[in-house]
């Protein structure tokens, strides 16, 4: 599976954006999807996930509310719609996923770093009036 980011760009606060994890090779039917994000300076943060083994949702405290993930198998692309983006909100994020299909997900960056085998390359978010 290789996964390519997508749907970066320049936004003012309460902006919205939807970013699109697609796959360039294989199916993403019955993968579980991670998107962390990386700031400047900071470490890499879990933002959202969805299982593949049972499609439950995840999200990190700070999106909640905000950030919907979601599927759609026709076009083969996992999606993070990103509504009242905030300045804190400004990353590189990037999606990724386990080796093996129907698995579940995590947004633990610890545990992120065993649990994905297959990361894209990222897409810039900047939130900024």
């Known amino acids: 599976v290789q996964l390519q980011a997508s749907g970066g760009g320049l936004v003012q606060p309460g902006s919205s954006l939807r970013l699109s994890c697609a796959a360039s090779?294989?199916?993403?039917?019955?993968?579980?999807i991670g998107w962390f994000r990386q700031a400047p300076g900071k470490e890499r943060e879990g933002v959202s996930c969805?299982?593949?083994?049972?499609?439950?949702?995840y999200y990190a405290d700070s999106v909640k509310g905000r950030f919907t993930i979601s599927r759609d198998n026709d076009n083969n692309v996992v999606y993070l719609e990103m509504n009242n983006l905030k300045p804190e909100d400004t990353a590189v994020y990037y999606c990724?996923?386990?080796?093996?299909?129907?698995?579940?997900?995590?947004?633990?960056?610890?545990?992120?770093?065993?649990?994905?085998?297959?990361w894209g390359q990222g897409t810039l978010v900047t939130v900024s009036s």
């Open positions: 990724a996923a386990p080796r093996h299909p129907l698995s579940g997900c995590t947004i633990s960056n610890e545990h992120g770093r065993s649990w994905y085998a297959y």
């Open positions: 969805l299982s593949g083994s049972d499609g439950r949702r």
């Open positions: 090779e294989g199916s993403l039917a019955n993968y579980a």
